[in-house]
């Protein structure tokens, strides 16, 4: 019965943080924001640019500017947010945002465009009860989305907020070792799984 009084903190959709601009939705294939840079069907122009709206192949110095830029493009917390906050709750019938599980003030990104070191991503994620036995699945559901999205300059570091479940160190250590995490994929049932919470993302 205990479990019943912890009832989840959902969030109303419209309220999530999110950046306003329609650009990073230009593509009809319906991949986020920075898939743009990498996906064959991108447009030309930067889409998280306003003042870009030039066609980069109008001469040859703006072909080699804009293609540097669009190349080494900046992320940020608010894009990582915007990928992992509408995957689904494998349990509830909400999204990760909606859930409070996935919050703005918990993704800290440091991206190094230069390349002379790696990029990072660090999100820390807040299960919905302290016993949650789906906090792995929400976790690996987190790194695969954003493994699938990020440029590999990205090196991912999903974790559970200190305090906020009862096995956070196991969880941390599986969520992070890198077999783990490949055997895991391997796993058909795990996948369908990761699939149907994936389905909902914008």
């Known amino acids: 019965m205990d479990h019943l009084s912890e009832n989840p903190t959902i969030l109303n959709a419209s309220d999530l943080p999110s950046r306003k601009r329609q650009a990073k939705r230009v593509l009809s294939s319906g991949l986020c924001g920075i898939l743009s840079s990498i996906a064959p069907t991108a447009q030309p122009n930067d889409p998280f640019s ?103 300059r990205f090196r991912l570091d999903v974790r559970i907020r200190e305090g906020t479940h009862s096995t956070a160190d196991q969880v941390n250590k599986q969520l992070n070792d890198k077999e783990r995490v490949a055997a895991a994929c391997e796993n058909e049932s795990l996948m369908a799984v990761l699939r149907k919470m994936l389905e909902t993302c914008k």
């Open 50 to 152: 306003a003042s870009n709206v030039s066609d980069p192949l109008s001469n040859g110095e703006d072909e080699d500017s804009d293609g540097d830029d669009f190349d080494v493009e900046h992320i940020d917390e608010q894009e990582i947010y915007d990928l992992i906050s509408t995957i689904s709750d494998p349990e509830h019938p909400l999204s990760l945002g909606e859930l409070a599980v996935v919050n703005l003030p918990h993704i800290k990104v440091t991206d190094n465009q230069d390349r002379s070191a790696m990029s990072h991503v660090l999100v820390e994620i807040t299960p919905t009860i302290t016993h949650c036995s789906l906090a792995t699945v929400i976790g690996l559901g987190i790194r695969v989305r954003l493994e699938q999205a990020l440029p590999p």
